[in-house]
């Protein structure tokens, strides 16, 4: 079928989806709240010709649309939660709910999603498979997420779904899309150390034992792991981004939290981090006469992208963006997506989709108060799906 034929279609709705799009970036849902969100996706779902199961792992949605032949299911995702950041940005459609943004452009990926429904629904007669789309909940919410818990619940099964995609906007140019092939992103975990030492009064150090210094030799110690137990053509990334101790100026600590996270490319490096952490938090609490405990929680694993459907997908991409517009990664990303559960059950590729443009250059950094999409990659969003879709099942 002539491409430009969807593109029609595309033409039809766009002005709907940015529509949409607006409305639920100014109501913006923290992870596990997606409530009016989910509402609202629904309430667009039920003018097309799909079945729609509502409440999966909270407010997750699936969403089947069956064509004309059972040979093959494709899945597509899209997010919908959002951050706890107050939006800073003079926008007519700012979030009206204080303390809350979609600084990670879910509302685009929602949007993007039903777009895609309302344009394969057009052409359901056309489509030698089946497709089901993923609105996912809590994705922000790591360790556990939202995708887990939707597989829990059957979202592979009936029909099984036999290849997956998604997307998720980022700081490169509008009208583009980036693929790396194999690993895509890093492992995501989460790490929390405590410190429990002995108060005392500050003009007299040698009486308790001081759960600050403890700290502060840690957080030094642990900045070698990488350096010195990963070889330089391998990376990792081990941050503290919160500290918490001590009650008063004169008086002894004793107690400290560092609160961080650890960022890998490859099971073996997570492995190692952990044990070296382990020793590092117990070793030198122990050497200051303090105790040492460290919880280390697993969280999202890393993005595996079928190299198979990777190839494929540049090929189909490129007939209809450009050589140039389809960018190959030569690197991973350290960003954490739950995504990954999926890529671990079936065949599947997650891509980065351009959203920057003249209008919003420099305000495309993720989980920043100043985040601005560019709703014209909107479009391109959905001619990536659209063009997947049909490529694969036709």
Known sequence: MDFKEIEKVIDKYIDEIIEFRRDIHSYPELSGNEKRTSEKVIEKLKKLPVEIITNVNGYGIIANLKGNS????????????????NETNNLSFISKNKNIMHACGHDMHTSILLGTSYVLSHFKNKLNG???FMFQPSEEASPVGGSKGMITEGLLE????????????????????AIKSGVATSRSDRINIEIFGKSSHASLPAEGRDAIVVAGNIITSI?????RNMPPNQTAVIT????????????????????????????????????RLQKIVE??????????KLNYQNGYDFVYNDPDLS??????????????????????????????????????????????????????????PDFIADENSLKIGIKTFCKLVFDRLN
């Open 311 to 368: 190839k494929s997908a540049i090929k189909s991409l490129t007939e209809i963006l450009g050589k140039e517009n389809v960018l190959i990664q030569s690197n991973p990303l350290p960003a954490g997506e739950d995504f990954s559960f999926v890529t671990k059950k079936v065949p599947s590729v997650f891509m980065w989709l351009g959203t920057e443009s003249d209008f919003n250059k420099g305000k495309c950094t993720l989980h920043s």
């Open 283 to 292: 070793d030198i609490s122990s050497a200051y006469g303090c105790l040492g």
């Open 70 to 85: 059972d040979k093959k299911t494709i899945l597509l995702r899209g997010d919908m939660d959002a951050l706890p950041i």
């Open 158 to 177: 009936n029909p099984k779904v036999d290849e997956a995609y998604a997307l998720h906007v980022f700081g490169i140019p509008t009208g583009s899309v």
């Open 223 to 227: 900045q070698s792991i990488i350096s």
């Open 240 to 275: 503290i981004g919160k500290i918490q101790g001590g009650s008063r100026y004169n008086v002894l600590a004793d107690y400290v939290k560092l609160e961080g996270t650890v960022r890998t490319f490859s099971t073996e490096n997570a492995n190692m981090i952990k044990k």
């Open 130 to 132: 089946n497709v089901k």
